[in-house]
């Protein structure tokens, strides 16, 4: 009876797999989870993934020890970890601390020759525990920028395999993304879908899921990008758990779309091959912006709140800014007349560190 009692302290776990560099990973650790697993064949992938979201000496990495290609190649990785997120390293209480976590395990397998009930006992944990499975499947069999896409792509088969970690797993929210080609491809004339969603959809169902989808566009939820995705949500049958794809937020008659000018104009400027250096810089002003006083990033001055912190801009610095050793920080583009200075400069106060 022991064993069929759910740990609660696994209440906010997630495992990611075709994790890649480990994007989707970020996001869920910045949104408090925790990743007990992440798994990503692609050994070039999987050192970035160790390097930025692993820690040095707390992480387990897994290769099949007769894959002596991977292995080799793993050979060549620097051990190090960057340790930006966890710079404190990990709590004893990790699985309920506030802080982010660094993924427990880390698999550079193949998802294909690694069995589920094999992963779970290398994972140490029983069907249920891990509440969160993520994945985005690759996407270049049903991708439409690909001429010679076609049904039998192998690759296409891994939806499928995701699903089947699913069934013997049983996380009770899966979440998976991919392409609007997956809608597409294979598709008939009169027809809204072609076959894989409706594989999809059985599969799900056959492993004891409801499951819906979306076509979703980053640009409409604040991304300087215009990124279409197809977003898959299943909910085990016996779990209370509802869920709602969300609003979008940003587009006509909403929030001005955010520019990638908005998103990046405080980096410094850098030449192809340079790297930044912590040093003084120039950053333009921009006719139409201004620099938010909160985070103090740039602003179209027709928005009523900064798009990064929610700061409202009616006491937005109108103006950009620079650092010069023998002056201190500069204002640029204000008018003295409807600016006190010196109120200007204390704002900005924070930033002489940032700018020298």
């Known amino acids: 009876m022991q064993l069929e009692i759910p740990l609660p302290e696994f209440k906010f776990t997630f495992a990611e797999f075709f994790a890649g560099a480990g994007g989707l990973s970020l996001g869920f ?9 992440a798994l990503e064949r692609d050994t070039a992938a999987a050192h970035t993934f160790y ?37 404190d390293g990990v709590d004893d209480n990790w699985l309920t601390s506030d802080k982010p976590s660094p993924c427990l395990n880390l698999f550079v397998m193949d998802i294909m020759k690694l069995e589920p009930e094999y992963w779970m006992e290398l994972c140490r944990v029983r069907p249920g525990d891990v509440r969160i499975f993520a994945g985005g499947p690759p996407c270049q069999g049903f991708s439409q920028s690909n001429s010679n896409r076609h049904i039998g792509d192998e690759r296409n088969q891994l939806p499928l395999r995701f699903i089947y970690y699913c069934k013997v797993c049983k996380p009770d ?46 640009k409409d939820f604040g991304v300087p990008q215009s990124r279409k995705r197809v977003i ?25 779309y955010v ?16 790297a930044y250096e912590e040093k003084p810089y120039y950053i333009k002003p921009v006719e139409g912006h201004v620099l938010c006083s909160g985070c103090h ?9 900064c798009q990064v912190c929610g700061h409202s801009i009616e006491d937005a610095i109108k103006g950009g800014i620079f650092k010069a050793p023998e002056l201190g920080i500069t204002m640029l583009g204000i008018d003295k007349e409807d600016v006190n200075i010196e109120e200007a400069l204390r704002v900005l106060e924070p930033l002489e560190k940032h700018y020298t």
């Open 297 to 305: 990033r740039y602003v179209k001055n027709t928005r009523k709140n």
């Open 51 to 87: 390097t930025n979201l692993c820690l040095e000496g707390w992480t387990h990495v897994w290769v099949d020890p007769e894959d002596e290609k991977t292995i080799k190649n793993m050979s060549k990785w620097s051990r190090e970890t960057s340790n930006f997120l966890f710079p």
């Open 232 to 256: 898959f949500i299943a909910i085990r049958k016996e779990s209370t758990f509802k869920y709602t794809f969300p609003e979008t937020t940003h587009g006509p008659g909403k929030e001005d």
């Open 173 to 218: 929210i899966v979440f998976m993304e991919n392409v609007p080609g997956i809608i597409s491809l294979g598709k008939k004339k009169g027809e809204k879908e072609g076959p894989f969603i409706p594989w999809i959809r059985d599969a799900f169902e056959d492993a004891g899921y409801y499951m819906q989808y979306e076509v979703l566009n980053a």
């Open 29 to 37: 650790e910045q949104a408090g989870l925790k990743c007990i697993s």
């Open 259 to 274: 520019t990638v000018r908005e998103a990046i104009m405080n980096l410094p400027p850098l030449q192809a091959g340079e």
